[in-house]
């Protein structure tokens, strides 16, 4: 809980995706986030893909409808970007100060993004593992076709950005401070998007590899709108009848053609995933059961799928759960409709973005000290 005395911040958050604008406004005090106002202002198809922003006017009179229906006064703003494009990921570099570092990073970026260095917003973590002779360093990068149009909407909006990250580090840093001291060495997030399905590993408290898979919510919806001939509408809310605890049970859903339409997609889906989290084994072989994945966290709109946890850890063998970011005492839902805290899986990203002034503070996570050097590193 916050502590008296703690400094009070107004904070203002968003999360422009490829199906809604997602916005979070509320008050930091100590480490704990109060949440005033969570809202959410649909998007056309294609006015965001892949984490680029296609048709600018559109978005800005979501952003617009957002500001508004929050009553929203506040000016800085925090944000998030996604997409295929963006990289996260750990690179071994010769060891030197953070300061040469930061004069050099453009330089070291070159070889691991896939056009040129100038062409994306970059940063940098040094992290605990390494040697004398070498550093690890968490890269990341975001492509500037891809920033610079969500800039120049939220200032156009009026709003003043203070912060630009990617998409998993806010929803990891939801799962951080809800989660605490209960989390594992190593453990992963599952972001099942509209668009996309971002699978992101943790381990030692960092991010150590991120991934998009084509398979999402809207793959399911798509599905069953060609096959039954539903309308969109009539397709979402087949979608969110099934059940997918039910193919635990019966095997085939013989008497259920919905579930049994979607089931290969989402076994598909599950392969995928473990092939992402064999990789990421094969990096850290020597570091014995220490390294094993001991928790899947899934977050996003396709989180709200009945049985959705407990068919991935059917199938996956990891305990697996749906983030409730609501469940503790970190974020305090003031003025939250209860319909939203039950779906608290799909804010999880926009209130770890709310959360970032409090975690500059002090972490919500301190990683261990490695005494080894670091396994291979793991590519996005």
């Not at 984490?51 to 929203?72: F, M």
């Not at 009539?234 to 013989?254: F, R, W, Y």
């Not at 992402?276 to 899934?298: P, T, V, W």
Request: proline content about 7%; overall charge negative; some cysteine.
């Amino acid at each position: 809980m916050s502590r008296k005395g703690s400094k009070v911040e107004s904070v203002l958050a968003l999360d422009i995706g490829a199906s809604s604008v997602k916005l979070c406004a509320g008050v930091l005090q100590g480490r704990q986030l109060r949440v005033e106002r969570l809202t959410e202002t649909p998007l056309p198809p294609d006015a965001v893909r892949e984490g680029a922003i296609l048709d600018p006017e559109t978005v800005y009179k979501a952003l617009r409808a957002a500001l508004t229906g929050a009553g929203v006064k506040q000016k800085n703003v925090l944000l998030t970007v996604g997409g295929p494009q963006t990289t996260a990921r750990p690179v071994r570099l010769p060891r030197m100060t953070p300061e040469t570092l930061q004069k050099s990073i453009q330089f070291e970026a070159t070889r691991y993004l896939p056009s040129a260095a100038e062409e994306h917003l970059i940063g940098f973590q040094i992290l605990p593992s390494g040697s004398e002779e070498q550093m690890e360093v968490l890269l990341v990068a975001a492509p500037r076709s891809t920033t610079d149009p969500l800039l120049e909407l939220v200032e156009k909006a009026g709003l003043e950005p203070q912060l630009v990250e990617l998409q998993p580090f806010a929803a990891l840093r939801t799962v951080q401070a809800v989660y605490g001291e209960t989390l594992p060495y190593a453990y992963a997030l599952v972001d099942l998007g509209s668009e996309h399905t971002q699978i992101t590993v943790a381990r030692n408290t960092t991010l150590v590899l991120t991934r998009f898979i084509p398979i999402a919510s809207h793959t399911f919806t798509a599905a069953l709108k060609g096959y039954f001939n539903y309308t969109e509408e009539e397709a979402e809310q087949v979608k969110h009848g099934l059940n997918l605890s039910d193919l635990i049970h019966t095997g085939q859903p013989q008497e259920n053609p919905p579930l049994r339409l979607i089931q290969p997609i989402v076994d598909e889906l599950i392969r995928e995933i473990r092939r992402s989290l064999n990789y990421y084994q094969s990096q850290y072989q020597g570091q014995g059961n220490r390294g094993q994945i001991a928790q899947l966290y899934l977050y996003g709109g396709g989180a709200q799928m009945h049985g959705v946890a407990a068919y991935f850890e059917y199938k996956l063998g990891i305990p697996t759960q749906v983030v409730d970011p609501f469940c503790g005492d970190t974020i305090e839902a003031t003025n939250v409709h209860p319909d939203q805290i039950r779906s608290g899986a799909r804010w999880a990203t926009v209130l770890g973005s709310a959360l970032a002034p409090a975690e500059m503070a002090q972490p919500f996570a301190e990683p261990l000290v490695e005494e080894s050097p670091a396994a291979t590193e793991a590519a996005a």
